[in-house]
């Protein structure tokens, strides 16, 4: 089975992502800053889920991380860039440091783990799985860095496609809102206020999971370029 890299594993989409994938068998590695979490989530499901404890905005630690998994387990078949955040403030009056940290995650984190991370998914044949968001063909306001760092994701997903197409797939899962803790990460409290009922609406991570194995198992001789779900608001 598979070799499947997660970025942003401890909660959310990723941990969604990771117990559905596990069940179907897959070996994971399971990345994201919180140890504990991570140990929890491995410890719920087994033995083939690994722990790597990393920051994605440290080169150093996403190589070495991805370095030990490959010389354990063999080269990586998949890697699913899941870890981002964002912050919902104005630009007038945003905060700088806010800024940087949507692009160092959202941005950087992603090169990092690419950079790592090609040489083996190339020898597999591989896939890539990026997490964009309906921010990534869109500008909603309060958020325009965010929106800018997920434009980028979907210019990298395009790249690769076009420099690497018979050595890998690439795929592009674009979400709308999805009820995670996604949306307390914005320190403004009055967006905080104005958002959070919003994402609690939302689509549930499980959701989002469904789509990126659906991606992942999709037959051999085809890729699935991108998916864009956002929930049904006329449903709720």
């Not at 909603?140 to 979907?154: D, E, Q």
């Amino acid at each position: 089975m598979k070799n499947i890299i997660i970025t942003g594993a401890s909660s959310g989409i990723g941990a969604s992502t990771a117990r559905l994938l596990y069940a179907k068998g897959y070996t994971l590695g399971l990345m994201a800053r919180s140890v504990d979490k991570l140990e929890a989530l491995s410890q719920e499901l087994g033995a083939n889920a690994i722990v790597l404890p990393c920051d994605v905005t440290d080169y150093a630690a996403v190589k070495s991380g991805l370095e030990q998994f490959i010389a354990a387990h063999g080269d990586i078949d998949v890697l699913i860039n899941n870890a981002g955040l964002g912050y919902f403030d104005s630009l007038v009056g945003g905060k700088i440091e806010e800024w940087h940290t949507m692009v160092d995650v959202n941005v950087k984190g992603v090169l990092n783990c690419l950079h790592v991370a090609l040489p083996s998914l190339i020898r597999s044949t591989g896939h890539v799985v990026n997490l964009g968001s309906l921010a990534s063909h869109q500008v909603f306001p309060n958020s325009g860095v965010y929106c800018a760092t997920k434009h980028a994701l979907i210019a990298i997903s395009n790249s690769l496609r076009l420099e690497i197409p018979d050595k890998l797939r690439v795929t592009t899962i674009s979400p709308g809102s999805v009820d995670t803790p996604f949306i307390h990460s914005t320190s403004n409290p009055q967006m905080l206020e104005q958002y959070k009922d919003y994402f609690a609406a939302g689509l549930r991570p499980e959701m989002i999971a469904e789509q990126i194995v659906h991606a992942i198992e999709a037959p051999a001789g085809s890729v699935i370029s991108e998916i864009i779900i956002r929930p049904n608001r006329a449903m709720k």
